[in-house]
């Protein structure tokens, strides 16, 4: 069965700082990842997604087969960027399309 | 922009009670979905629901749970009687057509006594 794992639960930086938020997943097939982010008191929303490559406010996420890993990477952090942040993973292909998520990293960035 | 609405915000009832819990997905969507996230933990996959039938269920998804969508609009979660552990945030989400991104609800907080 799949997993995703984010090994960190809180991660506090200061603003400008360069952020990393953790996520490697166990399948062993082709997998769709993705990054959701939910701001305070806010619903879950589409950060990021492998496939489209691209960059959303600041954040990247390259996916790493080897390593089975898909952190999100921002080099400068801001204020507004603190957020609680999931990875997920989705199976390609058939008709499997429910996410499974991680666990979630709370970004606190620090003024 | 076009949002999926949940409501009640938030649901207290008794153990034992039924609850619905209620989901308007985005106008043009065709796939549907529940999540669930216990406090503290991951959100977890319930069910997904296409062309008015249940398309996958995870083994949370039990005879206590049943979904319908007994309109155009609306997308329901029936918990036939409830149990303290089932008390969590549901989440509502969908999509335009498989594979394609689930958009979320903000959630519905169940809170069984």
């Known amino acids: 069965a799949q997993r995703v794992t984010q090994p960190e639960k809180l991660l506090s930086v200061f603003k400008g700082a360069p952020v990393e938020l953790k996520c490697n997943y166990s399948?062993?097939?082709?997998?769709?990842l993705f990054w959701y982010v939910q701001y305070s008191r806010q619903r879950l929303q589409l950060l990021l997604r492998?496939?489209s490559r691209e960059s959303i406010k600041g954040f990247t996420a390259d996916l790493n087969k080897g390593e089975t890993s898909f952190h999100l990477k921002k080099p400068f952090a801001q204020e507004e960027d603190s957020a609680m942040y999931y990875c997920?993973?989705?199976?390609?292909?058939?008709?499997?399309?429910?996410?499974?998520f991680g666990k979630g990293t709370l970004l606190t960035v620090n003024p | 922009e076009p949002e999926v609405t949940q409501t009640p915000s938030h649901q207290v009832t008794q153990m034992g009670q039924e609850v619905i819990l209620r989901c308007v997905p985005i106008?043009?969507?065709?796939?549907f979905y529940w999540y669930r996230q216990i406090l503290g933990q991951k959100v977890e996959f319930l069910v997904s629901?296409?062309?008015?039938?249940?398309?996958?269920k995870s083994e949370i998804f039990d005879d206590q749970f049943s979904v319908e969508r007994p309109d155009g609009s609306n997308f329901t979660l029936k918990i036939r009687s409830t149990k303290l552990e089932d008390s969590a945030m549901y989440f509502c989400?969908?999509?335009?057509?498989?594979?394609?991104?689930?958009?979320f609800g903000a959630g519905t907080r169940l809170s069984v006594l």
């Open positions: 989400a969908s999509s335009e057509s498989l594979g394609l991104i689930q958009y």
């Open positions: 399948y062993s097939g082709s997998p769709e």
């Open positions: 492998h496939i």
């Open positions: 997920a993973l989705r199976l390609s292909g058939g008709s499997n399309y429910k996410l499974t």
């Open positions: 106008s043009n969507h065709l796939y």
């Open positions: 629901f296409y062309n008015n039938e249940i398309s996958e």
